[in-house]
């Protein structure tokens, strides 16, 4: 696999996690502030803006998981905890590290080298093309579960099939 080819992998993945919190922002928004009035969006907006952009991916998760089970029934099934789990450590591993491209250069099919950083230590790890496979599948579902309560982000339809595509194209050549 090509430096460039691992690059568009992990570029194509951080976006469609971008997109993700995007959406999950947008959820939790909506969940607190209901209405469709001019004044409610300006509140929404500001709720975006003052609390929800700054907490951490990880806490968004833990919010909108315990929001599905308060409130969302109809959701606990389809958007469940191992999925959100499986998702915040497929993007913490991909969003917190750095491709090691010198193990890369020699590496196994389906396996991508990361440096990782973790209080103050780095270590060697890996993500293979099954996790990110399952985050796809799992974003695509929280994507369209979720989109059904906030009607928006169609721009991440094109990142989705862009990963889906990317994970094909690789597939393919490593045959």
Known sequence: MTKDNIEGLAEIFLKLFFFLEVVISDFLSFHFIVSDDSREGNRRNELCEFFIERITFGRKVEILEKVIDRHYPELKNAITKSNLEHITKTRNKLAHSLLDYRR????????????CFKKGDIYPDTLTYRELDEATAFCSLIFSRLDLKVKKHRERENILKAAQLRMSQIRTQNK
């Open 104 to 115: 890369n250069s020699d590496y196994k099919k389906s396996i991508i080298h990361l440096q």
